[in-house]
C-alpha cells in the first residue's frame, strides 16, 4: 500500500535520506550522471573512467559532426539549401511543440499511476520544466516508468517521421539530438532508480508550498 506523506515524515517505518529544493535539481542531475561540479570540498579528480567517458565524448561528437556534415554536404551539392535552412529553421521550431507535449506525456503517465493532481513549472536557477505529482508519493520504479515514457514515445514517432519523409532527414535529425539531450534530467532519475533497485524508495513533491522534493527509504 502507498505511504502517505505524513506517514512518510513520522512513521518509524521510513527514514528521510535527502530532500532538495526544485531550483536544486540540477545538482541532483549533475551527481546521478557522475558530473558533479568541482568545489574547494569536492575537487576534481581525473581517473580513467573520467577519462574513457570524455573520450567516448569525442567519439560520438565526431560522429555526429561527420554525419551531419555528410548531410548537409549532400543537401547543398543537390541544391537543396534553401530547403536546407527551411529544416534547421523547422527543427528549432520542432523543439518549441515538443516541450509542452515533452511534458504532457509526464503528466499523463503520471494520471496512470494514480496521481490525483498534475501539475507544470519551470525553474530558471536550474533551467528545467517539469511535469509533477503535488504530494503524492511514488516509488523510483514509478518515478523511472513516468521518466522514460517522453523519450520512447517522442524518439520513437521521430523515426517514424524520418522512416516516412526521409528528404527531411535534417529536419528529423535535429529534433533527435536536441529531444534526446533535453531528456537529460529524466536519465537521471532512471539511473537513481537502477541504481538503488534492490531498495525500497519513495519519493513526492511539494511544489506548490515548499518547493522541494524528499525522498524517504522504507526500513
Known amino acids: 500500500m502507498r505511504p502517505t506523506v505524513d506517514e512518510l515524515h513520522h512513521s518509524d517505518r521510513y527514514v528521510l535520506i535527502e530532500s532538495f ?3 536544486e535539481m540540477n545538482q541532483f542531475i549533475f551527481r546521478e550522471l557522475g558530473m558533479t561540479p568541482p568545489s574547494a570540498d569536492n575537487p576534481p579528480r581525473r581517473t580513467w573512467k573520467t577519462w574513457l567517458g ?35 529553421v523547422g527543427g528549432l521550431v520542432g523543439l518549441l511543440i515538443l ?14 499511476i494514480g496521481a490525483p493532481h498534475i ?21 523510483m520504479r514509478e518515478v523511472a516508468f513516468v521518466a522514460v515514457m517522453p523519450f520512447i514515445i517522442i524518439t520513437t514517432s521521430l523515426l517514424i517521421g524520418w522512416a516516412i519523409w526521409p528528404v527531411y532527414k535534417v529536419f528529423w535529425l535535429i529534433l533527435l ?5 533535453a531528456c537529460i534530467g529524466d536519465f537521471a532519475l532512471i539511473r537513481y532508480y537502477y541504481k538503488n533497485r534492490q531498495r525500497t524508495i519513495y519519493t513526492y513533491d511539494d511544489v506548490e508550498g515548499e518547493r522541494r522534493s524528499y525522498f524517504f527509504e522504507k526500513v
Open 119 to 139: 501539475g507544470y513549472g519551470y525553474s530558471l536557477r536550474s533551467l528545467i520544466v517539469y511535469a509533477y505529482s503535488q504530494l503524492f508519493p511514488t516509488t
Open 99 to 112: 516541450l509542452p507535449i515533452h511534458e504532457l506525456i509526464h503528466g499523463l503517465a503520471f494520471k496512470y
Open 21 to 23: 529544493s526544485i531550483d
Open 177 to 181: 539530438i536536441i529531444h534526446t539531450s
Open 54 to 88: 570524455l573520450l567516448i565524448i569525442l567519439l560520438l561528437g565526431g560522429g555526429v559532426g561527420y554525419f551531419v556534415g555528410s548531410l548537409l554536404g549532400g543537401q547543398v551539392k543537390h541544391g537543396n539549401g534553401m530547403s536546407l535552412v527551411w529544416q534547421l
